[in-house]
């Protein structure tokens, strides 16, 4: 004790030596660019503008950093940034304790489960990076909801999988539908993903009916097709069975996020009362983390149940196959993206010429 005394005075003294010197680490810092302040819609380009939303609009042609830091401003999209940024860390956690308790590694049984988290990981960061950077300038705005759509499709795609091996029927699987579905979800994952890049490339403001044709109707299509093994055992299931419940909570949050996706409500009945708190796309956000965050834990359920069995149920080489499938869908989405990319680069280059 007399000896640890001394010690932690001599630590204490150390600390405030170097406390004394933060003035100087800080002035040696770069010097960090202030955010402007928002500005009303008429003042942003039309790009930039959502129905109903009056206020609350980061201005345009700021450094990178400034939409950094505006996660800590009051703007219209700091919900849409908020609510998918912090569901990473919760997904992340879940999976990585999951993954160190059950001791997971890279063989075949565990693969699409690993691919499912992945593609989780993946929606919830593109979606992220899209919202807090697109307002930099028109080309950042494209590229960046490219780049969500390109987390849209492959997460379709990892929940195919994870569906089919551990959430499906065996009555199911042998069904048309579930001989069609690992390659008829890959073919309309990558379709969403090309629809609504092509509908954001197609269409300006004011934006007619068939821009929400290209964008819903594959990714309608898309949704009905990959929840179906889940439907048919709700369908068929004990609903005594909690991992039931869950998959039907998953059903239930994703509807409700597809209403508030396809409507702007409730800003269409309050114009300019929902521009920072409350408009459809945050609505929309927070159901859709709500349904991965149930998703997440009736496959981990699932997977538990059918971890042991996976090799007598199904094939080693069709599940290998069913996987190598998903690197294939993100550089075919990749790819589509980019092309986009050039081609909203070569329309803004004429523009300003
Ligand atoms: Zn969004």
Redesign the pocket.
């Given at each position: 004790m007399s000896s640890t005394v001394p010690r932690w005075f001599s630590t204490l003294s150390l600390s405030m030596k170097q406390l004394g010197r933060l003035p100087w680490l800080l002035d040696a810092l770069p010097s960090l660019p202030a955010p402007r302040g928002t500005v009303g819609a008429s003042e942003v380009p039309s790009l930039f503008r959502e129905p109903y939303i009056l206020s609350g609009y980061r201005p345009v042609g700021q450094d990178w950093r400034c939409y950094i830091l505006s996660l800590f401003q009051r703007h219209n999209e700091l919900l849409?940034v908020w609510t998918h940024l912090l569901t990473v860390p919760v997904v992340l956690l879940r999976c990585g304790a999951f993954v160190g308790a059950q001791g997971l590694t890279l063989e075949a049984p565990s693969l699409p489960l690993l691919l499912y988290m992945l593609s989780a990981l993946t929606y919830l960061s593109f979606?992220t990076a899209?919202?807090l950077l697109q307002s930099h300038s028109e080309l950042a705005h494209y590229s960046l909801f490219f780049l969500?759509y390109v987390g849209v499709g492959v997460y379709q795609y990892g929940c195919a999988l994870a569906h089919y091996f551990y959430g499906s029927e065996a009555a199911w699987r042998e069904s048309t539908v579930g001989t069609l579905y690992l390659p008829g979800a890959a073919l309309l994952a990558w379709l969403s993903c090309a629809g609504c890049c092509f509908a954001k490339v197609r269409y300006r403001r004011p934006y007619p009916l068939l821009r929400k044709v290209y964008q819903l109707v594959p990714t309608g299509l898309a949704y009905v097709l990959v929840i179906s093994p889940i439907a048919h055992r709700l369908v068929v299931g004990s609903w005594h069975d909690s991992t039931l419940t869950r998959h039907a909570l998953q059903v239930l949050f994703f509807l409700t996020a597809a209403i508030f996706f396809s409507c702007p409500l409730p800003e269409r009945l309050f114009p300019g009362c929902c521009d920072i708190v409350g408009h459809a796309?945050q609505i929309?956000?927070i159901f859709l983390a709500l349904c991965t965050l149930c998703q997440l834990e009736a496959l981990l359920e699932d997977f538990l149940a059918q971890r042991h069995s996976m090799l007598q149920v199904h094939r080693e080489g069709h599940l290998l196959l069913a996987c190598a499938s998903f690197p294939i869908l993100v550089f075919c989405c990749a790819v589509t993206a980019g092309a986009m990319c050039s081609s909203v680069q070569k329309q803004l280059r004429l523009k300003h010429e």
């Open positions: 849409n979606s899209a919202h969500d796309h929309f956000h």
